[in-house]
C-alpha cells in the first residue's frame, strides 16, 4: 500500500522522503546432497599406445545417490571426462568405479585422497578407455 501511494504521489509531482528498500543478499543456490571437489595441480594421463598428457585441473561431483562426474583439464586445454559410482568413501578418502567416458565405454578405478575445503590432495586410477589401457594420476601442486 505504502509502494502504490509513493508511486501516486511521484507521478503527481509530489516529492516524498527516499523510500528505504530492504537489502537482497544475494546467495549462491546449494543443490542438497551435492558434494563437490576440484583442485589445480599436476598429474599425468596415459592411454596405452599414445603419448603422456599433462593433468593441470581435476574436478568431482557427487549427487546423493553416489554417481561420480570426474573432469580433468589437460594442459593443451582438452578436457576428458568420466562418470562413476562411489564405492567406498571415508573421511579422506573416495573411490570409484568407472562407468564412462562421455560416448565411450570406460572401466576402472579411481582412488582419491581429499583434504579440507574439498581439496583433492590426491588421484589414482588405471582402468580401460574404449579398450585400451589407462593410467591417471595427479597431485595438488
Given at each position: 500500500?505504502?509502494?502504490?501511494?509513493?508511486?501516486?504521489?511521484?507521478?503527481?509531482?509530489?516529492?516524498?522522503?527516499?523510500?528505504?528498500?530492504?537489502?537482497?543478499?544475494?546467495?549462491?543456490?546449494?543443490?542438497t546432497g551435492i558434494t563437490f571437489y576440484?583442485?589445480?595441480?599436476?598429474?599425468?594421463?596415459?592411454?596405452?599406445?599414445?603419448?603422456?598428457?599433462?593433468?593441470?585441473?581435476?574436478?568431482?561431483?557427487?549427487?546423493?545417490?553416489?554417481?561420480?562426474?570426474?573432469?580433468?583439464?589437460?594442459?593443451?586445454?582438452?578436457?576428458?571426462?568420466f562418470s562413476g559410482n562411489v564405492i567406498q568413501q571415508?573421511?579422506?578418502?573416495?573411490?570409484?568405479?568407472?562407468?564412462?567416458?562421455?560416448?565411450?565405454?570406460?572401466?576402472?578405478?579411481?582412488?582419491?585422497?581429499?583434504?579440507?575445503?574439498?581439496?583433492?590432495?590426491?588421484?589414482?586410477?588405471?582402468?580401460?578407455?574404449?579398450?585400451?589401457?589407462?593410467?591417471?594420476?595427479?597431485?595438488?601442486?
Amino acid at each position: 500500500m505504502m509502494i502504490t501511494a509513493t508511486l501516486l504521489a511521484l507521478s503527481a509531482g509530489v516529492h516524498s522522503p527516499a523510500i528505504q528498500l530492504p537489502a537482497i543478499v544475494a546467495q549462491r543456490a546449494q543443490p542438497t546432497g551435492i558434494t563437490f571437489y576440484a583442485d589445480r595441480g599436476e598429474g599425468l594421463f596415459r592411454i596405452h599406445g599414445r603419448r603422456r598428457q599433462k593433468v593441470t585441473f581435476m574436478s568431482i561431483v557427487i549427487d546423493p545417490q553416489k554417481v561420480a562426474d570426474i573432469n580433468m583439464q589437460l594442459a593443451d586445454g582438452h578436457s576428458i571426462g568420466f562418470s562413476g559410482n562411489v564405492i567406498q568413501q571415508d573421511a579422506y578418502n573416495l573411490r570409484i568405479r568407472l562407468t564412462s567416458s562421455g560416448m565411450a565405454d570406460a572401466h576402472g578405478t579411481l582412488n582419491i585422497r581429499y583434504g579440507p575445503q574439498q581439496s583433492i590432495l590426491n588421484l589414482a586410477g588405471k582402468g580401460q578407455l574404449d579398450g585400451q589401457p589407462f593410467v591417471l594420476t595427479f597431485r595438488r601442486k
